[in-house]
């Protein structure tokens, strides 16, 4: 049985067929292999340990593709080094963010999970993008000025060319696809650009990866005022206990014109309420809203609801983190088999890169 029919069981062949067509069309456009399932790439930072932003804009979405596409999913160590964490304390996020992405959903057997700097390939590409990239295009990115500014006392030259090697990471996959949050998106398209510029210059070689957006393109922080991070202290952690999130719900803001419990709201303007949309049932939050509206509600019976409905989602996956943490030996079998077939298809990747762009002796 077909490595397609074998994971998709349950599609009909026709649709099976569809997909295998589709992608052997992408592949013979882009000179590369035929392969039979289109191909989706994308990685998560150990920076820190994951929050809901990372659970609702890149995980879920995870989780559904895997069962549609060939997976590649990374820890990505190598960008996390542009925060020059502490070696210790990277070891341990590492593990930390892959038993996350595991317990969340990612299959194992569907999906090839592995840690970027398992596979030397991505620098490697990543150097040859980069005397391929004008400076010009990487001083126009967003998250670049962003991050200098939260980091003013270490921006380094990793910091600014992040999106190449961000790049390369798709690319060496051959990746159709890339699943990544609003926050990402100026960085897919300077890899489409470069993905043509590559092409023009040495010949088709990559598909140019389209961006699957996620249902929650942009999670905000519990400050209300910047996106969710595993960095700015400012998230509701994807393993933290009731207790603790209830500890910091707490402190979080609401609409501003609550002062006192009998001062009417607008669930509209409230950042918690805007949580109740991902994790709240519709006839719940039209509740919600209604209270808010009319001050029956206070912000803190608000944030208790929040608080036991993600607990139903953050439940499960803290019992199965927990589970895999027993088990490390389990782990480290997962990630080594995933580094083995990712640093398989790098190569081939690389083989052709090389051949194109004249490095060592033509085969
Ligand atoms: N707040 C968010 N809302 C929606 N999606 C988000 N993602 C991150 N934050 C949010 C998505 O999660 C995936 C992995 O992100 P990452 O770890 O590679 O880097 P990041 O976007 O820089 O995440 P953080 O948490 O903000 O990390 P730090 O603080 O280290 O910079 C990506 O698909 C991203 O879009």
Redesign the pocket.
């Known amino acids: 049985m077909s490595r397609c029919a074998a994971q998709k069981g349950a599609l009909s062949a026709n649709r099976c067929a569809w997909w295998r067509d589709g992608a052997l069309a992408t592949a013979a456009r882009a000179g590369s292999d035929a392969r039979p399932m289109a191909r989706i790439m ?4 150990p ?2 340990n994951l ?1 809901i ?2 659970y ?3 995980l879920v979405n995870w989780v559904r593709l895997q069962a549609e596409y060939d997976a590649f999913f990374s820890i ?1 160590d190598l ?2 080094l542009t ?1 020059r964490p502490d070696p210790e304390a990277l070891r341990r996020a590492v593990r930390e963010v892959a038993i996350g992405v595991l317990a969340s959903g990612v299959d194992p057997e569907r999906a090839t999970v592995f840690v970027q700097s398992h596979v030397p390939q991505h620098t490697e590409l990543a150097w040859v993008l980069t005397c391929l990239t004008p400076l010009g295009d990487l001083n126009r990115m967003t ?1 670049f000025k962003d ?1 200098s500014q939260h980091q003013p006392d270490n921006v380094n030259t990793g910091l600014f060319t992040y999106p190449v090697l961000q790049t390369a990471d798709i690319v060496l996959y051959r990746a159709d696809r890339v ?6 998106e100026q960085h897919l398209e300077l890899a489409r650009e470069t993905v043509r510029r590559f092409n023009h210059v040495y010949g088709e070689t990559f598909p140019e990866p389209q961006v699957v957006k ?1 249902n ?6 519990l400050d209300g005022e910047s ?6 202290n400012n ?1 509701i952690g994807l393993f933290e206990t009731a207790d603790e999130t209830m500890q910091k719900l707490r402190g979080a803001k609401t609409d501003p014109a609550r002062l006192r419990k009998t001062d009417k709201g607008t669930p509209e303007v409230c950042n918690i309420f805007s949580y109740h949309g991902f994790f709240t049932s519709e006839s719940q939050r039209a509740e919600i809203a209604a209270g808010c509206r009319s001050a029956q509600l206070g912000c803190v019976d608000c944030k208790k609801m929040l608080c036991q409905n993600l607990e139903q989602v953050k439940g499960p996956i803290r019992e199965r983190a927990a589970e895999l943490r027993s088990k490390p030996a389990e782990l480290d079998a997962i990630l080594a088999h995933g580094a083995s077939r990712a640093r398989a298809e790098a190569e081939k990747t690389m083989e052709m890169v090389r051949s194109r762009v004249g490095l060592g002796v033509r085969a």
Not at 179 to 184: A, T
Not at 216 to 221: D, E, Q, T
Request: net charge positive; glycine share 16%; hydrophobic share 25%.
């Open positions: 994308s990685g998560v930072q920076t820190g929050h932003g990372n609702l804009g890149a990505v960008h996390a925060q998250q991050k699943p990544v949050g609003e926050d990402q996620s929650a393109p942009r999670v905000m922080g996106k969710m991070s595993k960095s700015r998230e």
